[in-house]
């Protein structure tokens, strides 16, 4: 288990109807919040796919944090994708990542199926997550990857690095989640 999810155990079963994330057209507790994190982590969990990598492809907001926390549940490798980045950088970074799946809106979904060939709407995964039971897995997951990101490719090519929930410890490990959360530009104050 990942220090996000023991830190977002924690706050459901001490503060379970105090708000956890707020964007401004949408706020959820913590209690609800663990709920769509359990449920989209036995939802990949489900999948049979060859190896455990999702590239999120998706505006700022509670979706996004829920697939991303949600796979780091799941053990699988999150892999955000920047709606700013032109066909060549995306392409590049496809390329490092390799991608199971991509996550992306309906409006981007034909755009996206370009390139890449196993591209799903998160419309249409939200209505196959909400299925899924809302027990934690609790899986060792130290030794598994939680989060893929790229340099910014300066010397001509990005590169990709990976973080391991092994090598982050209590703490610190929450303070990288929410680090990658903020760098991402992913919540806004």
């Given amino acids: 288990m990942t220090a996000i ?16 994330i707020q964007t401004l057209s949408e ?9 769509r994190v359990n449920q989209t982590a036995n939802w990949l969990h489900s999948l049979s796919l060859s190896y455990h ?16 926390t949600g796979a780091s549940a799941a053990g699988w490798t999150a892999v955000p994708l920047d709606l700013k980045w032109n ?18 809106t309906n409006d981007l979904y034909n755009e996206v199926v370009e390139f890449h060939t196993n591209v799903w709407s998160w419309e249409d995964c939200l209505s196959e ?3 899924f039971p809302t027990i934690p897995h609790n899986l060792e997951l130290s030794h598994l990857p939680f989060y893929m ?12 690095f990976r973080l391991f929930a092994a090598k982050l410890h209590g ?16 919540i806004q104050f």
């Fill in 5 to 20: 999810i023991e830190f977002y155990q924690e706050h459901a079963n001490d503060f379970p109807d105090k708000i956890a």
């Fill in 27 to 35: 706020k959820t507790t913590y209690r609800t919040w663990l709920e």
């Fill in 53 to 68: 990598t999702v590239g999120i492809l998706l505006p700022n907001g509670i979706p996004f944090l829920q697939l991303f």
């Fill in 87 to 104: 066909r060549a950088e995306l392409t590049a970074r496809l390329g490092l990542a390799n991608p199971s799946i991509i996550i992306t």
């Fill in 129 to 131: 997550i909400l299925q």
């Fill in 149 to 160: 990101g790229f340099t910014s490719g300066t010397t001509g090519k990005p590169k990709a």
């Fill in 171 to 186: 703490q610190q490990a929450s303070i990288v989640h929410f680090l990658i959360f903020i760098l991402l530009r992913r």
